[in-house]
């Protein structure tokens, strides 16, 4: 199967795991030891399932109040990142976005009123062992798109619906498994 990488992954609409349904993934790496993307369109304030790990309270109270936090996946949950569009200013992460730790910036969108443009502060990420996302997309759990500036440009809420429309398919009266297209 040809690279992933820079690719968007949508889930189908009868994804039913918690952490997986309606998303959108920007995959990050695709290689022969796995794939790891970053869950793009959950404010980490909407996922319920977040919060049982977190120890530090004051901790859990910002990421339960902020929807300017994103729930990048459920691997690494303690770790942030910043995803920005590629700006050549942080550590190459791909062609498409970046990747930065930048303190300042880290600040300026959890305090500040209006969230940088461009730019989303994500904790944790999703991972596939080898062949395991190949083997999701082959039961028809996924579609795949090319990358595209509506991650930024587009309400998280909006996002995954905008994406699966453009394969025809809606959130409302699909009825059905997945399967091989």
């Not at 959108?24 to 977040?50: A, L, W």
């Amino acid at each position: 199967m040809k690279s992933l990488k820079n690719k968007l992954l949508i889930s189908m609409p009868n994804m039913v795991d918690p952490y997986f349904s309606k998303s959108v993934i920007f995959i990050c790496e695709d290689d022969k030891n796995g794939t790891m993307g970053i869950i793009v369109n959950k404010p980490i304030s909407k996922m319920k399932v977040v919060s049982s790990g977190i120890k530090n309270k004051i901790f859990e109270d910002i990421l339960n109040e902020s929807d300017k936090i994103y729930f990048g996946g459920p691997v690494n949950l303690n770790e942030a990142c910043i995803v920005q569009k590629n700006t050549g200013k942080a550590d190459d992460f791909s062609e498409k976005i970046e990747l930065s730790t930048n303190l300042d910036l880290i600040q300026e969108i959890l305090f500040n009123e209006k969230t940088p443009k461009d730019t989303k502060l994500i904790f944790g990420h999703a991972g596939w062992d080898r062949h395991q996302l190949e083997d999701e997309i082959k039961r028809g759990d996924w579609l795949i798109q090319d990358y595209s500036d509506s991650i930024f440009n587009s309400s998280p809420n909006d996002l995954w619906n905008e994406l699966i429309h453009v394969y025809g398919l809606d959130s409302y009266g699909f009825v059905g498994a997945g399967g091989i297209s």
